[in-house]
């Protein structure tokens, strides 16, 4: 599991939404990426696939790929516009 020892890096508000801060330590790409395997596995998407598509660009790539999968779950504080 990502996050250390006191658990994930993000934050669960009313256990329905992830708020993620894009500008702080939880906006890593590879933090990202464990993130978006997690809810793969959870929302029973083929991982392989979602990967695919998140690595294949860059970073806003990554972005607004985990964003078409999951922005009903997810919420990115600090985007840049």
Same mark, same amino acid.
């Given at each position: 599991?990502?996050? @250390? *020892?006191? @658990? *994930? =890096?993000? !934050?669960?508000?009313?256990?329905?939404?992830?708020? !993620?801060? $894009? %500008?702080? *330590?939880? @906006?890593?790409?590879?933090? $990202? $990426?464990?993130?978006?395997?997690? &809810? =793969?596995? =959870?929302?029973?998407?083929?991982?392989?696939? /979602?990967?695919?598509? &998140?690595?294949? =660009?860059?970073?806003?790539? &990554?972005?607004? /790929?985990?964003?078409?999968?999951?922005?009903? %779950?997810?919420?990115? &504080? @600090?985007? %840049?516009?």
């Amino acid at each position: 599991m990502f996050g @250390g *020892p006191k @658990g *994930p =890096s993000y !934050i669960h508000a009313m256990d329905k939404d992830i708020i !993620i801060d $894009l %500008q702080g *330590p939880e @906006g890593n790409a590879f933090n $990202l $990426l464990a993130i978006a395997k997690d &809810l =793969s596995h =959870s929302n029973k998407f083929n991982w392989d696939n /979602v990967y695919n598509e &998140l690595t294949n =660009s860059d970073y806003d790539n &990554l972005i607004t /790929v985990i964003e078409n999968y999951f922005g009903d %779950q997810i919420t990115f &504080l @600090g985007k %840049q516009k």
